[in-house]
């Protein structure tokens, strides 16, 4: 993680030093976005990995909830940040803001003080094999129902989601008129919604039960079905309560399904299931993102917008077609 981290500040920190150089260039950001996006890849499998190792398994829910909690605080002061620094030194110079927050994060690794338990070699344990171990962690998702609906409903949910997220901007900006502080502030209201979404996410789920909130926190993708009337006026109002609403459901669904995840898989298998869980929830991200690119070019903003809210609560139907609707209570952590 921390590796990661300052591959991701340097590589970041690259583009307004070439800005200010005269020699930055479009293609800059296509390498920056393609070395960070793998950098990340790396560094979020091991975070999701770490948490059964730095907490109790009984404390997985408390645990992701409390990352959540500061994630959020971020997201809630990040938004109108960026657009008031924008406005005033520019986005090269903005974006070193960004790599500084790698820099944090890195500190505040190296100030964790629980070691992780070194894995001791066996000489009875067959050699090391990557594509083995790969294989075994695909296995673990695909063989497990749980597992694989909860991957195929992420992947469907981020696929609309970034078809929608490819024209939200143009469709702010030129059709709506939107200034730039005030998409901020829509992000930074969505981002309070998250907060209190970290902060209700136990209650609701302990009163709704495990597969219903799954169920209900991932199908509120519908309400982005909004964003097309505020063409007809109150443009600022309806984009914040989608955001705010989004915002609640966002955290409900994911530290669920995070600590879900973690619970029912030993922690030997942690990082595969998470490298596996990723690729499959990820790749359909940049998918998304090109054919909302392109469908916004071909049938237009609004259309996009609808498609994208569409996909996006339908993938509810892989909760609701599975097992993991009747999970009521999380499951107790699995032994090694």
Do not use: H
């Not at 955290?251 to 600590?259: A, L």
């Amino acid at each position: 993680m921390i590796a990661a981290n300052i591959g991701r500040m340097l590589t970041l920190a690259s583009i307004p030093i070439a800005y200010f150089l005269g020699n930055f260039t479009f293609i800059q950001i296509f390498i920056v976005a393609g070395v960070n996006g793998i950098l990340s890849v790396f560094f979020d499998t091991a975070y999701q990995a770490y948490l059964p190792i730095l907490v109790e398994r009984k404390d997985l829910i408390e645990g992701n909830q409390k990352l959540q909690t500061s994630a959020s605080a971020a997201q809630v002061a990040g938004p109108g940040i960026a657009s008031f620094v924008y406005n005033a030194i520019g986005g090269a110079s903005t974006i070193i803001f960004d790599a500084f927050g790698y820099l944090a994060s890195t500190i505040s690794l190296f100030s964790i003080n629980k070691q992780e338990e070194k894995k001791q070699p066996n000489l009875t344990d067959p050699p090391p094999d990557f594509f083995g171990e790969m294989k075994e962690g695909v296995k673990v998702v695909t063989d497990s129902p749980v597992l694989s609906r909860i991957a195929l409903c992420t992947a469907t949910s981020n696929f609309g989601t970034n078809i929608l997220g490819a024209v939200f901007l143009i469709f702010a900006y030129r059709r709506l008129n939107l200034s730039v502080p005030e998409v901020g502030l829509i992000g930074t209201i969505g981002a309070l919604g998250f907060v209190a979404g970290v902060l209700l996410t136990g209650r609701i789920t302990a009163r709704l039960g495990v597969g219903v909130s799954l169920a209900v926190s991932i199908g509120a993708g519908f309400i982005a079905l909004a964003y097309p009337l505020a063409v007809y006026g109150f443009s600022f109002l309806i984009l914040a309560a989608v955001g705010f609403t989004s915002g609640v459901m966002l955290p409900m669904y994911n530290i669920t399904q995070v600590s879900l995840r973690q619970a029912i898989t030993p922690n030997r298998l942690q990082g595969r299931m998470n490298a596996t869980m990723r690729t499959i929830v990820w790749g359909t991200i940049p998918a998304g993102a090109i054919i909302g690119g392109i469908l916004g070019d071909s049938i237009g903003v609004i259309n996009t917008l609808y498609i994208g809210a569409a996909v996006s609560g339908l993938a509810a139907i892989w909760i609701l077609s599975g097992p993991v609707i009747r999970i009521r209570d999380q499951p107790e952590p699995v032994t090694e």
